[in-house]
């Protein structure tokens, strides 16, 4: 990915997706965590819940779920562009995820996020099953121990209850047994 430059003919009418990687760029920082956790994603500015803090790009479909894909259908993985692909997993995020014009998710604030704050989502919200994350470093208080997948989210996880997770997930009332 390049960074774009302020160009003031620059249209969402013309490059959507220049606009998007534009928008992305003022929003949050790609930088290295403190700790065990590499790389990160934190807010360059202070976001209010409901807020788009990254707008989700495809870089490429992937053919199966690799640790960094993220899971748009059955059998669908595409990795996304820098930065979404870059945002760390909590089991008590930050951003939640909604699919987007793109054919991606665009990551929501779900709470008051300040500047320089890591901004994080839950896997399992996309994942049915997680590979990414077999031991989970998030050290939030209700941290599952590993990401686990849709699958594996307790029933009264918050997220699950607001339906802040994947569309497809819906779609398979074998295997998902809704409340
Ligand atoms: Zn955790």
Redesign the pocket.
Known sequence: MSTPDINESLSILTNDEACARQLNVRNVRVLNTVGDRGRGVFAARDFLPGEIVIIGLIDRMEKIRTTNSFQLDWNVHALFQKPAVAVN????PNLAIVPNRFGAYDFVAIENICSKVEVTWDYATSEFECIGVSV?????QN???S?GGFSKLPRDNPMLVSGFYAPYLNRNPSSFQKR
């Open positions: 997993h909590s089991c008590d989970c470093l998030c050290s939030s941290c599952r121990g990401a």
